[in-house]
């Protein structure tokens, strides 16, 4: 092998320089698109992360009501049954009422009417004195069923004097209607 | 005492003697016996000992640093020099003391610790510009057997001249005056010339062991060799002075007796130790030193006079690659924080997004929870507002209350005027609209009349008109609301009526009652 010269020294110093230079500028622009680009996703994300946290923003409120109405009606709509509700709150009321020391009387069922956004509909006798009788009107919105008192009705009953007969509509809502709203909506 | 002396550890001060470490501290002294062997080296044994002693005395709080202990060392082996200087800045006087004391002390600066205390600019004597300096020498090994002693007990040691700190304790002395410390195997003599320390010299005369007063001579100084005394002082300028210290019950009688002895009117005096573990002339005089002002001890002997290297300074070149680097960190930050944060930042969206259906089951719970809310009318209330506008004796045969705000009632009252307040009053209150008669009829019995009476009333009947009388009459009686909602007992006045009971009461189920069908729901709603 020849030996080099210091002319062919110089001439691969500067070779392997231009090399160099041109393997640093290579990889540095390449480089720098992949961290741009890096850069662009990230900025993306953020930007995506502040929508949505916008846009839960006003749902801590909405939760935080709709966990004070759940405690406040001991009713969580989520674990209903449509299946069973309606037995479940026809047992439900009548355990009440005898709880207050009621004579239930007749007990019917109706199905729900066209239109309404309810499960169906009970009307109930009941006999007893005015306080258990108020007791229970106070009670039965919170049995943990959706439950709303159509009408009520308070008379005497002739036949047996001292207490009062009450008679009450009462809807039970279906949580199902509200659903399909919302999936239309 | 200020707000950091929690902080500060208290200083100690010692003198290493021939036979005894006597240490005294704020907090009291400790006197410690050392054993040395005949070349003068401490015993392995007394080393231990004296460590644990020691660790014990100086121990501080976790927190604290090391304490300082400043020590002061005897005479022996101890070079003390008045050396004169070319001027010099201050910076550059060790270096230059350095090399003087090369040419000046019989072993090369590097096996001496000395230390160096600037006198004045110039000789008095000697009208050349310069400065004056007294240097004190010690061989480096002395001191680091001392500090064999202190370091380990968890002292941070520095070392003065016990005959230099003995010089503090003199009472008002003259100019010219000597110091005689006399110990149990040897004495220290020390003279100042203009209160500079001019010499320094031990003198092989003691009175016995200082530690152990039973073996000082009963007879306090009657049975010690005063001449040889003043055989070994007397070939030395003295001064005006001679101040004579040491632990030894005899010692006034001592300086009384040399006195006399003395030529040329010296004064003879000897300073009072007070007794005490640790306390020495020394001892005291460091003590003293330090509160009178002085931060350090007069000469602190320096192991090590190596010229300190400056703190070295990074090149030119070294500086701009840090800047490099940090400019480099500044701009990579913004793609760095991309490449770090971003597999965090998606992976935590994903998961919201992912549970983004949530919302739509709240909207869904809350739309059906506030129709319900909405749509369940009070009644308990609005009976309880029926009952507090009837007049005492009316009854109701029967009532009918329904979702759609109907209401309908039937029963006797006493008189048309009872009637007419009882609607006036469910009109006052707020609730009750449209309130019609829709028949009034007198009784079979002519006594009464027999209403039936249909109006329209509120499902969301306001907490005003709860508490508010009907009618206006009574604002400021406490309301009867039966407040408590689940108490039955709270509502008296739709308890069925007594037969002399004079409070409305629903429907009345009384012999006198007329019973009546209940009616049905209003069909003429308005609605």
Known sequence: ?185 | MNAFDWNNTPAYYAEMGRDSLRVLGARGGLDLPLDRLPDRRLADACKTRVIQSLAGFLKGKPWQPRPRVVCAIGARGVSVRRLFLPPSSKEDLPRLLSLQVESEFPLPPEELAWGYAKLGDSKSDDPRPGQEVLVVAVRKETLDEYSSLLAPAGASPVFTLAALARSRLCPHPPADYSILDIGAQDSELVTFERNVPASLRTIAWGVGSPLSPSALPASGSAGLDLPSLLRRIEGHAMGRALYLTGHFPGLEELASRLAKLLANGIRCEAVRIPSGAGHSAATLGLRQSVELGDACPPIILHADHAPAAGPSRPAPIQWAAVAAALLLAVLSFPYLEALLFKPHLARKLQAITAEKGRLVDIDRELDFLRYLKQNQPDYVDAIFLLSKAAQPGARFDSLSLNQRGDLSLHGPMANAQQVGEFRAKLIDSGVFTNVAIEEQAPSPDHQRVIIRLSARWKQSIPEQALAAEPGGNDKNKEPSKPGAKDNPKAAPALAPPAPSAPEPALPSPGPAATPSKPSPPTKNSKD
């Not at chain 1, 002319?7 to 990889?27: E, P, T």
């Not at chain 1, 019917?108 to 007893?128: D, F, I, K, V, Y």
């Open chain 1, 1 to 185: 092998m020849p030996a080099l010269t210091v002319r062919d020294r110089r001439a691969l110093k500067i070779g392997s320089l231009c090399i160099l230079v041109y393997l640093v500028l290579f990889f540095g622009f390449q480089g720098g698109k992949f961290f741009t680009r890096k850069r662009a996703d990230y900025l993306r994300l953020v930007q995506q992360a502040r929508e949505l946290q916008q846009e839960i923003q006003p749902y801590r409120d909405k939760a935080e009501v709709v966990k004070k109405l759940m405690e406040s009606y001991k009713l969580d709509p989520a674990k209903l049954s449509r299946a069973t509700v309606l037995a479940q709150a026809n047992a439900a009321i009548q355990t009440a009422a005898v709880g207050q020391h009621l004579q239930v009387g007749p007990v019917r069922e109706s199905p729900a009417r066209p239109g309404n956004r309810e499960l169906g509909a009970m009307q109930l006798e009941a006999l007893g004195p005015v306080p258990a009788l108020m007791s229970f009107l106070r009670q039965v919105d919170r049995l943990g069923f959706p439950l709303i008192v159509e009408s009520l009705q308070i008379s005497s009953d002739p036949a047996r004097p001292g207490p009062v007969k009450m008679s009450l509509t009462i809807v039970i809502l279906d949580f199902d209607q509200w659903k399909k709203e919302a999936n239309h909506a």
